[in-house]
C-alpha cells in the first residue's frame, strides 16, 4: 500500500468565483485516518484557505457530511485505506446551496423542521410532577427514528429534494414519525396536516436512497411508508377519523 493519497477537493467561493474548481492535494495514507484526518492534515499543513464543517469525529455531531467519490458519507467514518490507492473526490453535499469550499447552507432543513413539531406535544402541559412511563416495548416503537443526528445526508440523496424544494424530506418525516409513535405525545393529529400533503409524504416517491445514506440506520423511508398507510387511512377511510 502506498504512503500517500490524492485527494480532489471542490473549492468554491461563490461571492467571487463563476464556478467551483477541483484542487488536489497529498496526504498521508494511513490505516487509521478518515476523510477528515486527511482534510484537516490539509488545512494544518498544506492549504489553511480551505473550509469545512466538523465537530466531535465520532459520528455523533453530524456535521462533518460531505460527498466522497460520490455518495454522501460522515467524513468522519469514512476511511481513506477503503478508498486507496485513490484519488479521493471530495465534494460539498448535493442539494444545498455551497456557502464556501465544503460548507453547505442547510436553512430550508432548519425552517422546516419546526413545522412537524419534533417534540412532544402534550394536551396537559404545565402539569407538574407528573411521569409519564413507558415500557421497553413503547421506547422501541419509535426508538430507531430517534437515532437522527441531523446530518443532511438523507437530503443530500433524495432525488425528489434536489427537484422539488418545498418536499419536508426524509429526516424531517422520519423526526416526525419519531413522536408520532412516542405514547407520551398527543400531537400526531397537529401534524397530519402537515405531512399528509403533496410536500409532505405524498411527494416520495421510494427510491430509498435516504436509507442507503443514513449513517445511523433510522430509515427515513421506511418512516415515509409507513406514515402514508397512517395519513391514508385518517384522511380515506372513513374509520380513520375515529
Not at 457530511?65 to 453535499?93: I, K, Q, W, Y
Request: aromatic share 8%; net charge negative.
Amino acid at each position: 500500500m502506498p504512503d500517500t493519497i490524492m485527494l480532489q477537493v471542490t473549492r468554491y467561493r461563490p461571492e467571487s468565483e463563476g464556478a467551483p474548481t477541483v484542487q488536489e492535494y497529498e496526504v498521508p495514507l494511513r490505516e487509521e485516518w478518515a476523510v477528515l484526518d486527511g482534510l484537516n492534515y490539509v488545512k494544518d499543513h498544506l492549504d489553511g484557505t480551505l473550509s469545512f464543517r466538523w465537530s466531535c469525529r465520532m459520528g455523533i455531531c453530524g456535521s462533518c457530511g460531505m460527498t466522497v467519490n460520490g455518495d454522501p458519507a460522515l467524513s468522519c467514518g469514512t476511511f481513506l485505506t477503503d478508498h486507496a490507492p485513490g484519488p479521493v473526490r471530495v465534494e460539498p453535499l448535493a442539494n444545498f446551496p455551497v456557502i464556501r469550499d465544503l460548507v453547505v447552507e442547510i436553512d430550508d432543513f432548519l425552517l422546516k423542521l419546526p413545522e412537524v413539531k419534533p417534540w412532544l406535544v402534550r394536551d396537559d402541559d404545565g402539569v407538574d410532577g407528573v411521569e409519564f412511563l413507558q415500557t421497553p416495548e413503547q421506547l422501541d416503537a419509535y426508538k430507531q427514528y430517534s437515532m437522527c443526528i441531523n446530518c443532511m445526508l438523507c437530503y443530500s440523496a433524495c432525488p425528489v429534494y434536489g427537484i422539488e424544494p418545498d418536499f419536508l424530506g426524509p429526516a424531517a418525516i422520519a423526526l416526525a414519525q419519531r413522536y408520532n409513535l412516542d405514547s407520551r405525545d398527543q400531537g400526531a393529529h397537529q401534524r397530519l396536516d402537515v405531512l399528509a400533503t403533496d410536500a409532505g409524504v405524498w411527494a416520495c416517491t421510494y427510491v430509498g436512497e435516504c436509507t442507503r445514506a443514513c449513517p445511523k440506520g433510522v430509515d427515513p423511508a421506511g418512516a415515509i411508508q409507513r406514515y402514508k398507510l397512517t395519513a391514508a387511512a385518517r384522511t380515506l377511510l372513513p374509520w380513520g377519523k375515529r
